[in-house]
């Protein structure tokens, strides 16, 4: 789970992360995206306006840490997840023959069956 100041959205084309950053200290509202190339982007100030594109705004740098922690946090739930052994399906019951009558049997049983004694 993120923190509640960043907030993953709908990557677009171009991009496979994307999250809305709310700053806590001005509440101002920044888009921090991972393009496809694996870069890091930022529309805050110090990341468009700078002639170096810095790759390290805070920003950036908490959005990261967040994902770590999320990945970690799921790597551990993983880690510690009972085993879960397969099952096998039941095998069927095994089709047992009725044991040999006689002829005089058979005749009574269909006899029987058909209303007769």
């Known amino acids: 789970m ?3 100041h ?3 959205t709908r990557a ?3 991009y496979s992360d994307r999250f809305e950053y709310v700053s806590p200290s001005s509440s101002k509202t920044y888009i921090v995206a991972l393009n496809n190339q694996g870069v890091w982007e930022c529309s805050c100030p110090r990341w468009t306006v700078s002639k170096y594109r810095r790759t390290d705004c805070k920003h950036i740098n908490d959005v990261r840490g967040a994902m770590q922690m999320q990945n ?3 790597a551990i739930r993983k880690r510690d997840a009972p085993a879960r ?11 047992r023959p009725e044991p040999a009558i006689s002829m005089d049997e058979l005749l009574q ?3 029987k069956l058909q209303g007769g004694n």
């Open 12 to 14: 677009s084309n171009g």
């Open 109 to 111: 049983r269909l006899a």
């Open 6 to 8: 960043i907030i993953p």
């Open 2 to 4: 993120f923190p509640q």
């Open 85 to 95: 052994t397969p099952v096998a399906p039941a095998a069927p019951e095994p089709i």
């Open 72 to 74: 970690a946090q799921q």
